[in-house]
């Protein structure tokens, strides 16, 4: 049992490592989007 529970230890590690990394991804992408809109919005004030 012992090896098994440790390949679903090591593969759900692997998997949350995983989602961390696309939810950073993501979170990095809308961030740039936002910086752009403000920009935008700013343009268009002066």
Same mark, same amino acid.
């Given at each position: 049992?012992?090896?098994? #529970?440790? &390949?679903? =230890?090591?593969?759900?590690?692997?998997? #949350?490592?995983?989602? *961390?990394?696309?939810?950073? *991804?993501?979170?990095?992408?809308? &961030?740039? =989007?936002?910086?752009?809109?403000?920009?935008? #919005?700013? =343009?268009?004030?002066?």
């Amino acid at each position: 049992m012992k090896p098994i #529970l440790l &390949n679903t =230890g090591y593969f759900f590690y692997q998997f #949350l490592s995983f989602c *961390r990394y696309q939810v950073y *991804r993501y979170q990095s992408w809308v &961030n740039k =989007g936002k910086i752009i809109d403000f920009s935008h #919005l700013h =343009g268009f004030q002066s």
